[in-house]
């Protein structure tokens, strides 16, 4: 018989079916408790907040749902929209967007929440959230230097659904499912693939004795897909095992859940992600549009639970590829307590070209914010490169040269300033500016 200890230890959904369940034991009748919780998640998703957009959207295109299911983020993922028929309800298709969508097949399908359907503009097809969710022909189109996995993950996978690149740290991935398929996903060629949650429960194990038996791994990302789409049995499961292995010091989640299901968020999650500190999570904000009342709860509730909160936003053109845009949004993000943390070139993905803007922009942008704002605002500007070369940063350049001894500094506003330098000179510098 197995002891408690290896009860706990196996995945949810073995133990739901195991048949010498000590539950169905010692709990022949576990309705009361059941009832209770049930009591107690239906108090806290009325206590969540709900905008008078969310409302009238509810209303409108789902008027036999109540608040309560609205906030339930389960019935957010079986209300997602899917299909044409389903989209062509709440916003005018332009003959592009239409276009894109009937011709679609495979993987990263159409995938929206109706929470963040809300936020899309039913009228104007060039909307930022609406360009990264509704597919364009664009999509179809393969350009020099794109393919399905630029970044070149697949060949550093030792075993499915985890990447080893560098020697401390893995990236786990535990599902292939998003409550949202944004258009330029970096995992677009297995993101939304048939039957959504693909990752099979027995990889992840292999994974995890992978991580367990190499004990140079330090730090673990888990991401996906998204993460946070496991249901809170399953994620603490993962989140348990990995806490359990001495030479993981730091546990990260990458999702975009607090952003477009902020219902996830729940007190019952924040409950589970305190127990497995340290703990930091990366967030994926994309827009300023983004930066709801909801979201806000959401993420001050992570905030409270004593998260450290970063923002990684890719750099898409004709979404967020100006310095005003960028501005609202990070000032919104320093607001909402998430640090910006990484601002992507986008990767070019097969059929990114429409999204994907010159290097120099980012450039651009980043000297547009620093200087300009505080320090914190400002999110490090990386490319990452094909093939596995890893994250590059890209900074403009501040220094103008040499004078004697002295190094000559543009300041954020074009003036020069001189710093006495001892004469050792930066390597890739003349030694006059003149
Ligand atoms: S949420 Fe992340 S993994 Fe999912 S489609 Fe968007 S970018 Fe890809």
Excluded at 98 to 106: E, N, S
Excluded at 110 to 120: F, H, N, R
Excluded at 315 to 324: F, G, I, W
Excluded at 360 to 367: A, F, N, T, Y
């Amino acid at each position: 018989m197995k002891t408690a200890q290896e009860r706990a230890e196996e995945p949810p959904g073995r133990r739901l079916n195991s048949k010498s369940s000590p539950e169905s034991i010692t709990h022949p009748n576990p309705a009361p408790a059941t009832t209770l919780l049930k009591s107690r998640q239906k108090r806290e998703r009325s206590q969540f907040h709900v905008s008078e957009r969310s409302r009238e959207f509810l209303r409108k295109f789902y008027p036999d749902a109540s608040i309560d299911e609205w906030n339930d983020w389960r019935w957010q993922n079986r209300n997602r929209v899917r299909t044409l028929a389903d989209l062509e309800r709440m916003i005018e298709l332009s003959p592009d967007e239409l276009a894109a969508i009937k011709r679609h097949t495979g993987a990263l399908p159409l995938g929206i929440v109706p929470y963040y359907a809300s936020l899309l503009d039913p009228k104007d097809p060039m909307q930022g959230l609406r360009r990264t969710v509704v597919p364009v022909l664009g999509e179809f189109d393969t350009s020099r230097g794109e393919n399905e996995d630029p970044l070149g993950e697949d060949s550093h996978s030792p075993v499915p659904g985890l990447v080893h690149r560098y020697p401390d740290r893995v990236l786990l991935l535990v599902t292939n499912f998003c409550s949202v398929y944004c258009r330029y996903c970096t995992r677009a060629r297995m993101v939304g693939s048939v039957g959504e949650r693909a990752v099979r429960k027995t990889d992840i194990e292999v994974a995890l004795d992978y991580i367990e038996q190499n004990t140079v791994i330090r730090d673990v990302l888990i991401s996906g897909g998204d993460p946070l789409s496991l249901d809170d049995d399953r994620l603490e499961y993962i989140l348990r095992r990995l806490r359990k292995m001495p030479h993981v010091e730091f546990l990260r989640i990458g999702s975009k859940q607090p952003v477009v299901q902020p219902m996830r968020i729940t007190p019952a999650l924040t409950r589970i992600l305190k127990r497995y500190h340290p703990l930091w999570m990366s967030l994926h904000f994309t827009h300023p549009d983004e930066l709801t009342p909801e979201v806000a709860e959401a993420c001050a509730r992570l905030a409270d639970a004593g998260i450290p909160l970063g923002s990684q936003t890719v750099l898409l053109k004709d979404v967020n590829d100006n310095v005003e845009t960028m501005t609202k949004l990070v000032h919104g993000l320093l607001r909402n307590r998430v640090k910006p943390y990484y601002l992507y070139q986008c990767d070019p993905i097969s059929g990114s070209a429409h999204f994907r803007t010159p290097v120099s922009k980012g450039v651009e942008i980043i000297r547009g914010l620093r200087g300009h704002t505080t320090g914190y605002a400002v999110p490090t500007f990386v490319v990452d490169a094909p093939n596995g070369g890893g994250k590059i940063p890209i900074a403009p350049d501040y220094v103008a040269g040499y004078e004697g001894d002295d190094l000559l500094l543009q300041s954020y506003d074009g003036g020069t300033y001189r710093y006495p330098d001892s004469g050792r000179q930066l390597p890739t510098l003349k030694e006059d500016a003149s």
